[in-house]
């Protein structure tokens, strides 16, 4: 079964300072693995995806992140952060040859930029 | 705008009546699937339309719930006698193939009192 860990709840950073927020993952297969962001009362917005090749993908909004395959890792990074990126995270994953299954989420992460 | 357009946004009903959300892409996607995200989760699947076949469908949607996509364009999620624990965010979402990224429409947030 597929499944992604965010370990944080909670990320506070402080403005201009870079951001990491972490996402493992568990899949039987190759994953492809997707980075979201939600705002209050609104649906999830697409950030960035991983489905093969180089391993640091970028996405919008000056946000990256880095597929690490030995430590089924898929952290989602930003050098500099901004108040505005103050929101909640999602990161997930689906098994590349599986068909038709869905995406399976993580909890998801609330990122607070304090300026 | 991800192209995906939900109603109603906000739905209160009471305990033991049916419910019906609408999900309508504003372009033709294939795929189209159903969500469910409570307080404090990430959204979990419900069910999943190629087109018009529903293929799919989470043990999470029992026998009051029942999804259509007729003619593979709009779709509707039916919740028949709610239940408190039907209180969440639906989410729809759209998508061209297993490789792509889905687009969220904005959800429509039931409350069953």
């Known amino acids: 079964a597929q499944s992604v860990a965010q370990p944080e709840d909670q990320v506070n950073v402080a403005e201009g300072n870079p951001l990491t927020v972490k996402c493992t993952y568990s899949?039987?297969?190759?994953?492809?693995l997707f980075w979201y962001v939600q705002y209050p009362n609104r649906g999830l917005q697409f950030l960035l995806k991983y489905i093969t090749g180089d391993n640091l993908v970028k996405g919008s909004y000056g946000f990256e992140a880095e597929f690490n395959k030995s430590q089924t890792s898929f952290h989602l990074k930003k050098p500099s952060a901004l108040v505005s990126d103050s929101a909640l995270y999602f990161c997930a994953v689906r098994v590349s040859n599986s068909g038709n299954t869905p995406l399976v989420f993580g909890k998801g992460t609330r990122l607070s930029v304090i300026a | 705008d991800t192209g995906v357009s939900q109603n109603p946004r906000h739905k209160i009903t009471k305990r033991g009546q049916n419910v019906t959300f609408r999900c309508d892409p504003i372009?033709?996607?294939?795929?189209l699937y159903w969500y469910r995200q409570t307080l404090g989760q990430g959204p979990e699947f419900l069910t999943y339309?190629?087109?018009?076949?529903?293929?799919?469908k989470s043990r999470l949607l029992s026998d009051r719930f029942s999804a259509e996509r007729p003619k593979g364009s709009f779709s509707t999620l039916e919740i028949q006698r709610t239940e408190q624990g039907d209180s969440a965010m639906y989410l729809c979402?759209?998508?061209?193939?297993?490789?792509?990224?889905?687009?969220f429409g904005p959800g429509t947030r039931l409350t069953v009192t």
């Open positions: 372009s033709e996607h294939n795929r």
């Open positions: 979402a759209i998508s061209t193939g297993p490789s792509y990224e889905q687009y």
């Open positions: 339309f190629q087109n018009e076949a529903q293929l799919e």
């Open positions: 899949v039987s297969g190759n994953p492809y």
